[in-house]
């Protein structure tokens, strides 16, 4: 099972979240048949999300983060509830694009770098909390970084990645948000600046065999485990919930569909599931309608 360690470290004046997002990276990259590029930026950021959840008190609460660069992915969006189910898209699954300068899968050229990302806190109130930034880079990490320093004004290192094989699909996916708590002296911030540049790459760590608390003590000496939370991904996609859907459809366009006499396949953006509602669906969902006008 995957997991989140959330502790704390330099006598209490950051707080560390370290994600181990393997299993979730893969069951997303199956679900999407997503080639490495998609695959790694996809992955990236849906455990990006699942960092930014990890501190949800209530299980039905999420987190809903949106990336468009006008790059050749399209739109990506991961979306974490605070139960730890994550799901997400990517506008294509099919990129493989490679950087020869730097040996790795170019994430940034397949997001684009002319856009935004956005986080939407849903906490069940009656308006959820909505942020949006320019993209610095289109790699994820340095833009969430971005985001919670000028949105939510908490200064924080983010390293999220994926490293994925031709034959084993994905190697190792995870991410680590090291976040400054306020009025912390220079001293500190220098100490947590000297960690980020002596730090590998997330997957790197991971890829060796390394769990998350593995991973804390290799990073911060004094470092207190606070909690650990599992993350998986799931949709909560269901039959109901597309027949509500249709069910907002006009009654001309419902009698419609009927007299054509097709089966109508509705898929999930989110996971792919494919749903079927034949003319008898149909006609029950003219029915209620027709209960619910009287």
Same mark, same amino acid.
């Given at each position: 099972?995957?997991?989140?360690?959330?502790?704390?470290?330099?006598?209490?004046?950051?707080?560390?979240?370290?994600?181990?997002?393997?299993? &979730?990276?893969?069951?997303?990259?199956?679900?999407?048949?997503?080639?490495?590029?998609?695959?790694?930026?996809?992955?990236?950021?849906?455990?990006?999300?699942?960092?930014? !959840?990890?501190?949800?008190?209530?299980?039905?609460?999420?987190?809903?983060?949106?990336?468009?660069?006008?790059?050749?992915?399209?739109?990506?969006?991961?979306?974490?509830?605070? /139960?730890?189910?994550?799901? $997400?898209?990517?506008?294509?699954?099919?990129? %493989?694009?490679? #950087?020869?300068?730097?040996?790795?899968?170019?994430?940034?050229? !397949?997001?684009?770098? /002319?856009? %935004?990302?956005?986080?939407?806190?849903?906490?069940?109130?009656?308006?959820?909390?909505?942020?949006?930034?320019?993209?610095?880079?289109?790699?994820?990490?340095?833009?969430?970084? %971005?985001?919670?320093?000028?949105?939510?004004?908490?200064?924080?290192?983010?390293?999220? $990645?994926? &490293?994925?094989?031709?034959?084993?699909?994905?190697?190792?996916? $995870?991410?680590?948000?090291?976040?400054?708590?306020? #009025?912390?002296?220079?001293?500190?911030?220098?100490?947590?600046?000297?960690?980020?540049?002596?730090?590998?790459?997330?997957?790197?760590?991971?890829?060796?065999?390394?769990?998350?608390?593995?991973? &804390?003590?290799?990073?911060?000496?004094?470092?207190?485990?606070?909690?650990?939370?599992?993350?998986?991904?799931?949709?909560?996609?269901?039959?109901?919930?597309?027949?509500?859907?249709?069910?907002?459809?006009?009654?001309?366009?419902?009698?419609?569909?009927?007299?054509?006499?097709?089966?109508?396949?509705?898929?999930?953006?989110?996971?792919?599931?494919?749903? %079927?509602?034949?003319?008898?669906? &149909?006609?029950?969902?003219?029915?209620?309608?027709?209960?619910?006008?009287?």
């Amino acid at each position: 099972m995957d997991e989140i360690l959330i502790a704390e470290a330099l006598n209490g004046q950051v707080r560390i979240h370290i994600a181990d997002t393997t299993a &979730l990276v893969e069951e997303a990259m199956e679900a999407h048949a997503m080639a490495p590029t998609s695959c790694a930026a996809l992955g990236r950021l849906l455990t990006g999300a699942a960092l930014l !959840a990890s501190d949800l008190k209530k299980d039905d609460e999420k987190i809903t983060v949106t990336v468009n660069g006008h790059g050749p992915a399209g739109t990506l969006i991961a979306q974490a509830k605070g /139960n730890g189910d994550v799901r $997400g898209l990517i506008g294509d699954p099919a990129l %493989y694009m490679f #950087n020869e300068a730097t040996g790795k899968l170019d994430v940034g050229r !397949a997001v684009g770098r /002319n856009g %935004y990302l956005t986080v939407m806190r849903d906490m069940g109130l009656k308006d959820p909390f909505t942020g949006t930034v320019n993209l610095v880079s289109g790699e994820i990490g340095e833009d969430l970084a %971005y985001y919670l320093a000028l949105s939510e004004q908490v200064n924080s290192v983010v390293s999220v $990645g994926v &490293l994925t094989d031709p034959e084993k699909g994905v190697r190792a996916a $995870g991410g680590l948000i090291i976040s400054l708590l306020p #009025n912390v002296p220079e001293e500190t911030i220098e100490e947590v600046e000297k960690i980020a540049a002596g730090m590998e790459h997330i997957s790197a760590y991971l890829d060796r065999g390394m769990g998350t608390e593995d991973i &804390l003590r290799a990073l911060f000496d004094d470092a207190v485990i606070l909690g650990r939370k599992d993350v998986r991904w799931h949709c909560d996609c269901s039959r109901e919930h597309f027949m509500d859907a249709l069910a907002t459809i006009s009654k001309e366009d419902l009698q419609e569909m009927i007299e054509a006499g097709n089966t109508e396949e509705i898929v999930c953006h989110f996971c792919n599931k494919k749903y %079927y509602f034949t003319t008898e669906d &149909l006609k029950e969902i003219l029915r209620r309608q027709g209960v619910e006008d009287r």
